[in-house]
């Protein structure tokens, strides 16, 4: 007599979107990586053209170049959207007394901060030099640390208000301040010539990737 087997739960239809899309964002990510890491020719030179294009408006237009230089060091500034991720977390402890779920949202932001310098450190690609720069940054350039730290902050954020139920009103304000966010700190670190486009899509799509996983892990914490 055979001994009767139990089938595992079926995965939610949640968790079998977040899979593909971890999948699909893991393997953009791993690609642009490896084109970046083997100097891929029509990719350089399509960074080469927009930045120098760029620049060349960030020099012609000082008014708006100071513009972005106060968004991208203070408003968008990764250490200011981990004051906010910090804020948010006492917010939960205090509030909901989520001890799990604050946790969950600093070791995301700790890991997410780890995995950028991992990659920085194993890429090591060069920023953009200029003769008459209008701004500086400091480390390797690929993945811009301000595209994917807002990436990460926002989503998980975006994420929180969903589990939480908030309302309508509330979510699509968020929602809004999130795409600004995300699209505008991307922008102005190309504007001020201290990455290159690719630095900006990568730190996108590891951003969105962190934020996929994350959330699989919290849903995993949760059962």
């Given at each position: 007599?055979?001994?009767?087997?139990?089938?595992?739960?079926?995965?939610?239809p949640e968790d079998r979107r977040a899979v593909r899309w971890s999948g699909?964002?893991?393997?953009?990510?791993?690609?642009?990586?490896?084109?970046?890491a083997a100097e891929w020719r029509p990719l350089t030179a399509l960074d080469?053209?927009?930045?120098?294009?760029?620049?060349?408006?960030?020099?012609?237009?000082?008014?708006?170049?100071?513009?972005?230089?106060?968004?991208?060091?203070?408003?968008?500034?990764?250490?200011?959207?981990?004051?906010?991720?910090?804020?948010?977390?006492?917010?939960?402890?205090?509030?909901?007394?989520?001890?799990?779920?604050?946790?969950?949202?600093?070791?995301?932001?700790?890991?997410?901060?780890?995995?950028?310098?991992?990659?920085?450190?194993?890429?090591?690609?060069?920023?953009?030099?200029?003769?008459?720069?209008?701004?500086?940054?400091?480390?390797?350039?690929?993945?811009?640390?301000?595209?994917?730290?807002?990436?990460?902050?926002?989503?998980?954020?975006?994420?929180?208000?969903?589990?939480?139920?908030?309302?309508?009103?509330?979510?699509?304000?968020?929602?809004?301040?999130?795409?600004?966010?995300?699209?505008?700190?991307?922008?102005?670190?190309?504007?001020?010539?201290?990455?290159?486009?690719?630095?900006?899509?990568?730190?996108?799509?590891?951003?969105?990737?962190?934020?996929?996983?994350?959330?699989?892990?919290?849903?995993?914490?949760?059962?």
């Amino acid at each position: 007599m055979g001994i009767p087997t139990v089938d595992s739960p079926p995965r939610p239809p949640e968790d079998r979107r977040a899979v593909r899309w971890s999948g699909g964002l893991a393997a953009c990510s791993v690609l642009l990586i490896a084109l970046v890491a083997a100097e891929w020719r029509p990719l350089t030179a399509l960074d080469g053209d927009v930045a120098r294009t760029t620049h060349r408006w960030a020099v012609d237009e000082p008014g708006l170049t100071q513009a972005c230089r106060i968004l991208t060091d203070w408003v968008w500034d990764p250490w200011t959207m981990r004051i906010v991720c910090a804020a948010v977390a006492v917010w939960l402890l205090v509030r909901h007394a989520a001890l799990r779920t604050a946790v969950w949202l600093a070791a995301v932001c700790t890991l997410s901060a780890l995995l950028q310098q991992g990659i920085k450190a194993a890429v090591d690609r060069p920023r953009p030099v200029w003769p008459d720069p209008v701004d500086s940054a400091h480390y390797a350039a690929f993945p811009s640390g301000h595209a994917m730290t807002a990436t990460v902050v926002s989503g998980v954020l975006l994420w929180l208000l969903h589990h939480y139920g908030a309302g309508r009103a509330l979510y699509r304000t968020a929602l809004a301040v999130a795409v600004i966010s995300v699209a505008g700190v991307g922008l102005t670190r190309i504007w001020l010539g201290v990455h290159w486009p690719s630095d900006v899509v990568g730190g996108w799509l590891l951003g969105a990737l962190t934020v996929v996983l994350a959330v699989l892990a919290h849903r995993r914490l949760r059962a």
